[in-house]
């Protein structure tokens, strides 16, 4: 009969540690969707960033362009 009641307390112990790590992912797994979403925008952020900066830099070879023309007239 001990036998049987230790068996019980493990089995209670080993749902219990069960139901904590299905908690524990549910909760790791939403804060990684979290960290993808502020990725995603980062991301975003930076493709934009960079398509600003390719433009600046075509807008100052023209400058540069112009400017070099009216040196040599």
Same mark, same amino acid.
């Given at each position: 009969?001990?036998?049987l &009641?230790?068996?019980?307390?493990k089995?209670? !112990? ?13 909760? #790791?797994? %939403?804060?990684?969707s979290? !960290? ?5 925008? &980062?991301?975003q ?7 600003? %900066?390719? #433009?600046? %830099?075509?807008?100052?070879?023209? !400058? #540069?362009?112009?400017i070099?023309?009216l040196? #040599?007239?």
């Amino acid at each position: 009969m001990e036998r049987l &009641k230790t068996l019980e307390e493990k089995i209670t !112990l080993a749902v219990e540690k069960l139901k904590a790590l299905k908690e524990e992912k549910k909760s #790791l797994e %939403k804060r990684v969707s979290e !960290l993808e979403a502020i990725i995603e925008s &980062k991301d975003q952020q930076i493709e934009g960033i960079s398509s600003e %900066k390719s #433009l600046i %830099k075509k807008q100052i070879e023209n !400058l #540069l362009n112009e400017i070099e023309s009216l040196e #040599l007239k």
